[in-house]
């Protein structure tokens, strides 16, 4: 009896060890493992992360096949190719981003279109996030919002982490709603929130799951939005608001629906890149003290020049380019984004493999930036090496993404974490209070948070 369970178990361990492998067996597919039915690889890939993605390589080479997060998955780690796929979304390689963040951020969302869809959605888009916009309109409240959040830090130990999520926050809320901001704050951060991690949770529509409570979150987040924009349709001609959500409203190009998805999607983009990128920057500098040193005597520079309480302008912002540079070597050491999905649409054949209609493909960028051609000892954290232009325009440079879908937040996203930094240099010191961990993986977080004591110059 015992022996013949253990017969049985081993061939139905055999059996669906093979599951995956047969199920998505095609002709012309890379080398790779395909895992278990249902899970796959995704077990291997949260807990190894970055060390998967190496062995895997090791074994099967730089495009491999897997099963990961849901879907069969060809995985690549070739620059060429990357910048291919990124640059060619009108041959079949559309974005591919899962079903809990496409459900949750809405169907007009931009990662869920593409075609004229895209360009219509992104041209709008860019009417209002776009560097043109950071220049004339966004830049000052960026000022006022930043100065009132670093107001009162003195003398106290604070989570990092915690405050640059705040900040990112209050940042991105104000462009888009900032008469009624007081009212609807804290409500809408709540809910907004739950959003946030349901997109990233597995899609089990239960009660008590992320997926469930982020639906719950989408449906507040929506209904307050809707309140505001019937205000503000209501609005006489002479009220005058001026923010993201009264230049959508007016402009009248998009439906309510349209609306709503813009907003969700201009506050979700630059939510956590800004808050991760700003934290890792407080890290870097306090472990950097020689870049801490130069960047602080960029930003007092600027305020030598300026008047006391005077905001930072564009011409301030274009000439921190030592900042810039901490930035870009913020994003690149800390790979704040690690890859970027996309989906074939047809059966396509790309360096000689076969990438099966319907399949995601990981583009993933995260070894790139540890590239030890492009970036000379690549562990290291130094920013000086951003002085060099050429480096932020080389093709395989994709901390912001590349071809169609470049980040149109790209401009304001270092405006942000520029006047953050602008703010904190000039006017604190800080020390660790130590012991915390950073993870890099699968998102960059400090998982009990990131203390520092915070002092006045
Ligand atoms: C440090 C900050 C940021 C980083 C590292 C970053 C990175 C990226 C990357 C890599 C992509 C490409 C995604 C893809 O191809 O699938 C992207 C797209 C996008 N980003 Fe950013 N981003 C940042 C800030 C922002 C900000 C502040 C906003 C808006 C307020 C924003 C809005 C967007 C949008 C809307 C897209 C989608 C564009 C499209 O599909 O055409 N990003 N970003």
Redesign the pocket.
């Known amino acids: 009896m015992a022996v013949s369970l253990l017969l049985m178990a081993l061939f139905l361990f055999s059996f669906l060890s093979k599951w995956n492998e047969i199920t998505f067996q095609r002709k012309g597919l890379p080398l790779g493992t395909m895992g278990w039915p249902f899970f796959g690889e995704t077990n291997e890939f949260l807990k190894l992360g970055p060390n998967f993605m190496k062995r895997q390589t090791i074994r099967y080479g730089r495009i491999f096949k897997s099963h990961i997060l849901g879907s069969p998955t060809i995985v690549s780690m070739d620059p060429e190719l990357n910048r291919y796929i990124?640059l060619n979304e009108a041959k079949g390689l559309i974005?591919g981003y899962p079903k809990s963040m496409l459900d949750i951020l809405g169907q007009r969302n931009?990662?869920a279109v593409y075609g004229s869809q895209?360009k219509f959605l992104?041209k709008s888009?860019m009417s209002i996030?776009g560097a043109s916009m950071v220049k004339d309109r966004l830049l000052p409240r960026i000022d006022k919002y930043m100065r009132l959040h670093l107001s009162n830090w003195d003398a106290m130990v604070i989570d990092v982490q915690q405050k640059c999520n705040d900040m990112a926050f209050l940042i991105?809320f104000t462009q888009i709603v900032e008469a009624e901001l007081s009212s609807i704050y804290d409500g809408f951060k709540v809910e907004f929130d739950k959003l946030v991690t349901g997109s990233l949770s597995l899609p089990i529509n239960l009660p008590g799951t992320s997926y469930y409570r982020g639906f719950k979150g989408r449906e507040n987040v929506v209904k307050i939005l809707r309140r505001l924009i019937e205000k503000r349709r209501a609005a006489s001609p002479a009220t005058t608001y001026d923010d993201m959500l009264e230049h959508l409203v007016r402009d009248g190009a998009l439906n309510d629906e349209e609306v709503i998805d813009q907003v969700i999607?201009?506050l979700y983009?630059?939510y956590e890149?800004?808050s991760t990128?700003s934290m890792m920057v407080v890290k870097y500098l306090h472990d950097n003290q020689q870049a801490l040193e130069e960047l602080r005597e960029e930003h007092f520079a600027i305020r030598r020049r300026k008047g006391a309480g005077e905001p930072v302008d564009w011409a301030d912002y274009k000439s921190m380019r030592f900042t810039r540079a901490v930035v870009l070597e913020t994003?690149r050491l800390a790979t704040?984004?690690n890859g970027?999905l996309r989906k074939a649409t047809q059966d396509i054949v790309l360096n000689g493999f076969l990438i099966p209609k319907g399949w995601k493909i990981y583009v993933y960028t995260r070894e790139i930036n540890y590239d030890p051609i492009l970036y000379p000892e690549p562990l290291k954290f130094n920013p000086w090496r951003w002085l060099d232009k050429k480096l932020e325009s080389h093709n395989h440079c994709l901390?912001?993404?590349g071809g169609?879908?470049l980040?149109?937040?790209?401009e304001?996203?270092?405006a942000?974490?520029s006047t953050f930094l602008h703010y904190f240099v000039t006017t604190y010191r800080w020390e660790e209070i130590g012991g915390e961990k950073i993870v890099e993986f699968p998102r960059v977080e400090a998982p009990n948070g990131y203390h520092i004591r915070v002092l006045k110059l």
Do not use: D, E, Y
């Open positions: 990124l974005p931009i990662a895209h992104r888009l996030i991105g999607t201009i983009s630059g890149t800004v990128t994003l704040v984004i970027l901390l912001f993404g169609g879908r980040c149109p937040g790209k304001l996203g270092i942000t974490v």
